[in-house]
């Protein structure tokens, strides 16, 4: 009996040692890079939405869920830094997990105008490293072509720090 309860306590203390191992592992370079530490110390005060609220972020077009995976969550964006620039500490938009009527912080998105940007710029905008996805006209948002950018600095991403979809997050808690 002993062998058996020991067996069984081996089994499972290896499980969580591998799932913990697997999770360290889901792409370092990513998690730590140097932007997602910048957006995790710059937003750390948006965890709590009143704050987010109280510094000009609102929500935009309810929870955003992927056709066939995955999900973005509830984008609060700031209208006043929708200005054609980009500062690291600055995201255009936070985004929100809701679930049991809560909102948890899962990411950001840095969101610039293609033709503000392309008035001084003749290139796609890069922040530290990470080039920012154009998106033309027409979109699923009916807004005119932007550059965007996810960081997803307080939810793993299976498909990396910068996609824009992440299987971790869901629209199914609201």
Not at 97 to 103: A, C, I, K, T, W
Not at 105 to 134: H, M, R
Not at 155 to 162: E, V, Y
Request: glycine share 8%.
């Amino acid at each position: 009996m002993k062998k058996l309860i020991f067996a069984a306590s081996y089994i499972v203390l290896a499980a969580v040692s591998l799932s913990s191992v697997a999770r360290a592992q889901e792409n370092p370079a990513a998690i730590n890079s140097k932007l997602v530490q910048i957006v995790r110390s710059s937003t750390a005060q948006y965890q709590n939405v009143g704050n987010a609220t109280a510094a000009g972020y609102g929500p935009f077009l309810g929870c955003v869920s992927g056709s066939d995976h995955g999900a973005m969550g509830i984008h609060y964006v700031n209208p006043t830094l929708l200005n054609g620039t980009l500062d690291p500490t600055k995201p255009q938009a936070l985004i929100y997990e809701p679930s049991n009527g809560q909102l948890s912080l899962v990411g950001v998105e840095f969101i610039v105008d293609a033709a503000t940007w392309f008035k001084n710029n003749s290139s796609s905008p890069v922040l530290e490293g990470q080039t920012l996805l154009y998106v033309d006209s027409p979109n699923r948002y009916n807004i005119p072509p932007f550059f965007e950018l996810h960081v997803w600095a307080w939810r793993s991403n299976p498909m990396g720090s910068f996609m824009d979809w992440n299987d971790n997050v869901s629209c199914a808690g609201q």
